[in-house]
């Protein structure tokens, strides 16, 4: 069974570019949440996504948006990448359809190392 | 609002001894807590998860937590440190919403276990 997948695992771009992170949720899984963290820090949560639809989101400007394709799989996109956007972008999948407690239980992937210069 | 405060952000133990990594959390309902564990450039891994059916959780790796509410504590413990053991260790605090959950994630605790 395989579990979250992120790719890819390492990224290097320039101010005011784009870029586009890639996560496959947990087999089962039908929600996908998205953190940054940037070196020494917490996670903080970007936003989730369920059912392709952006669900919840944090204090994040709209440069950062996302998508959740039909088989659940999510991509990240930040635009006019600045330097302070360099940090680990983790995803993380869960299952809010799931009949359990365990609907609030987040699987996180091995994350994307994003540096901006 | 939900909120986790980690008192400790190094903690260091020798090889063998206890560890006690504290959490103090707000929350204004019956929350759901988590500890997470991140190695050197890894992702997070699930160490235990408390939902209101114990209050006491045991986890992988021999951790375990106790819930208490009158302290709005989720302190980690483990009788005996191991090397693989050094790690940062996030608490977490989770609030369901008819749209979704979203975690809340303390500032971290680095653990340093010394042979």
């Known amino acids: 069974d395989a579990g979250v997948t992120q790719s890819p695992t390492h990224l290097i771009k320039t101010r005011g570019q784009q870029v586009t992170l890639r996560c496959s949720p947990k087999?089962?899984?039908?929600?996908v949440s998205w953190y940054q963290q940037a070196l020494g820090q917490g996670p903080q949560f970007i936003f989730q996504?369920?059912?392709?639809?952006?669900?919840q989101r944090g204090n994040f400007p709209d440069r950062f948006s996302g998508h959740q394709f039909p088989n659940y799989s999510s991509e990240l996109n930040v635009n006019a990448l600045l330097l302070g956007d360099s940090a680990l972008y983790l995803c993380?999948?869960?299952?809010?359809?799931?009949?359990?407690?365990?609907?609030?239980?987040?699987?996180f992937g091995p994350g994307t190392r994003l540096t901006v210069l | 609002a939900q909120s986790v405060t980690q008192l400790d952000s190094h903690v260091s133990v020798s090889e063998g001894t206890p560890v006690l990594l504290r959490c103090n959390y707000s929350?204004?309902?019956?929350?759901?807590l988590f500890w997470y564990v991140q190695h050197p450039n890894k992702g997070l891994q699930l160490l235990l998860k408390?939902?209101?059916?114990?209050?006491l959780v045991k986890g992988i790796n021999g951790f375990e937590a106790e819930f208490k509410k009158s302290e709005t504590s989720f302190h980690l413990t483990k009788p005996s440190a191991h090397m693989s053991d050094a790690a940062e260790y996030f608490c977490?605090?989770?609030?369901?919403?008819?749209?979704?959950?979203?975690?809340?994630f303390g500032t971290g605790t680095s653990l340093t276990v010394i042979p």
């Open positions: 993380a999948s869960s299952s809010l359809r799931a009949s359990d407690s365990s609907t609030d239980t987040q699987y």
């Open positions: 087999s089962g899984h039908d929600t």
């Open positions: 996504y369920y059912e392709e639809e952006e669900r």
């Open positions: 929350s204004s309902y019956s929350p759901s």
């Open positions: 408390y939902t209101s059916a114990a209050t």
């Open positions: 977490v605090v989770s609030e369901s919403t008819d749209t979704g959950n979203q975690f809340y």
